[in-house]
């Protein structure tokens, strides 16, 4: 079992940014996606940006041109780069990861953007 532990969230001004990490517990010999998630009160749990194993990205038009998505392959760890945050941003921002035919979940973590 693969544990996911996140880091980076916090309180934020309206413009500010964060930078949300993701490392896996053991070392895997492949993760095919790597992802970030986020559930809003009252809202469903939407994609907010994946990353392939070779690089490819993909956003969600909410977030398109704020928010970068990285990963380091040799850490297993998945970074979310958060500029120009809005309100509308606030959350808990899960990390996800897809190996083989498993996928994995971390423990959520709050990004709250407020005045």
């Known amino acids: 079992q693969v544990q996911l532990v996140e880091s980076g969230g916090g309180l934020v001004q309206p413009g500010g940014s964060l930078r949300l990490s993701c490392a896996a517990s053991r070392t895997i010999y492949k993760i095919n996606l790597m992802g970030w998630y986020r559930r809003a009160p009252g809202k469903e749990r939407e994609l907010v940006a994946s990353i392939t194993s070779d690089g490819r990205t993909n956003y969600a038009d909410s977030v398109t041109g704020r928010f970068t998505i990285s990963r380091d392959n040799a850490k297993n760890t998945v970074f979310l780069q958060m500029n120009s945050l809005k309100p509308e941003d606030t959350a808990v921002y899960y990390c996800?990861?897809?190996?083989?035919?498993?996928?994995?979940w971390g423990q959520g973590t709050q990004v709250t953007v407020s005045s």
């Open positions: 996800n990861i897809v190996y083989g035919p498993y996928r994995a």
